[in-house]
């Protein structure tokens, strides 16, 4: 790349070392993401976000060339602003390339292993068209993905100034990635959100549970093991390691705390409860509405769903019927 270190990048975003650039979203919101960037030899650029609502990619584009887009994972948020870089190289974990081949198979890779209906299907498909349109985008193969490739899970990439270490971080998604930049000492999470408004997401059927824990205590331990500088989530500000780790040791919590709840509901109700019931209970998204409103209803669903399996297998509940008793 030619002659980075005198270019003034902190008009691009915020410089967290001589090699890496945070680029956030001009304004943050649904759907919006950081981006992360990468000076080397080469130069990538980790998730494209989704840019509609500002035009920060296209300004970095224009200064610098972008040789590759690492991406954390398929989730639209952090992919599909990825089509004003049509000549890059597009790179993701190996368990996730299937969904970016098209847009058929996007949706079917969030259903992981369910039979989704003829209506849930249509559901959705005009959902994601809807924000590809947003996005100015037409046809899947705008998105310009024919070419992307795969990295595995321990996979080094060197950049020759310093060295991007994958660390896969499935539960999320199957294929969520973070990376620890060797150089600086800067750790990327993705999506295991730092923000505090959420706590861990596990909405699509794709996702799992215990998986996600795992790797939110792969990170804690990570953290604890390495020296790292700053830390940065896909939709928050960067912070210390310190202030990460009080964070990410915040962010377990919820599994738990969501679990004990669903439990003690299911409990209170003698003569049983049907899934719905539990869902109405709004105890992942705690009341907090979507627009349309079927997308929170489906998620909240699906985060239930996950929990009343894991309580099965622990047997601390069993259903019969369609309701659910404590054991
Ligand atoms: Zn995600
Ligand atoms: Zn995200």
Not at 38 to 52: A, I, K, R, V
Not at 87 to 114: G, P, T, W, Y
Not at 159 to 175: F, N, R, W
Not at 270 to 285: A, M
Request: with cysteine; glycine share 6%; proline share 3%.
């Amino acid at each position: 790349m030619d002659n980075f270190s005198t270019r003034n990048f902190s008009n691009y975003g915020k410089v967290l070392s001589p090699h890496v650039i945070l680029i956030r979203p001009e304004r943050r919101q649904y759907l919006t993401s950081n981006s992360l960037l990468f000076l080397g030899d080469q130069t990538y650029l980790l998730d494209s976000g989704y840019q509609y609502q500002g035009d920060q990619l296209k300004k970095i584009r224009d200064a610098i060339d972008i040789d590759g887009i690492l991406f954390s994972h398929y989730h639209i948020d952090h992919v599909f602003g990825c089509h004003i870089l049509p000549e890059s190289k597009k790179m993701i974990h190996e368990e996730e390339v299937d969904a970016l081949r098209s847009f058929d198979n996007f949706i079917q890779f969030c259903f992981k292993d369910q039979t989704i209906s003829s209506q849930q299907w249509n559901i959705w498909k005009l959902r994601f068209k809807n924000l590809l349109k947003r996005e100015g985008i037409n046809d899947w193969s705008d998105l310009r993905l024919d070419n992307v490739i795969t990295f595995g899970s321990n996979e080094n990439i060197d950049l020759g100034a310093t060295q991007l270490q994958i660390l896969h971080l499935p539960g999320h998604s199957p294929g969520h990635c973070g990376v620890y930049e060797t150089e600086n000492q800067i750790l990327f999470i993705g999506d295991i959100d730092l923000s505090g408004k959420f706590g861990p997401w596990y909405g699509w059927w794709n996702s799992e549970l215990d998986t996600f824990k795992k790797s939110v205590e792969y990170v804690i331990d990570f953290v604890s093991r390495n020296e790292i500088s700053r830390i940065v989530s896909s939709h928050t500000h960067d912070v210390s390691k310190e202030e990460g780790m009080h964070l990410l040791n915040n962010f377990l919590h919820p599994f738990d705390e969501r679990e004990q709840q669903i439990k003690t509901y299911i409990t209170q109700k003698r003569t049983g409860v049907t899934l719905k019931q539990i869902t109405d209970q709004s105890i992942i998204y705690q009341g907090k509405q979507s627009d349309p409103p079927y997308v929170r209803e489906y998620f909240e669903f699906v985060h239930v769903k996950k929990h009343i399996e894991a309580l099965m297998k622990k047997n601390e509940v069993i259903s019969e019927g369609d309701k659910i008793f404590s054991t």
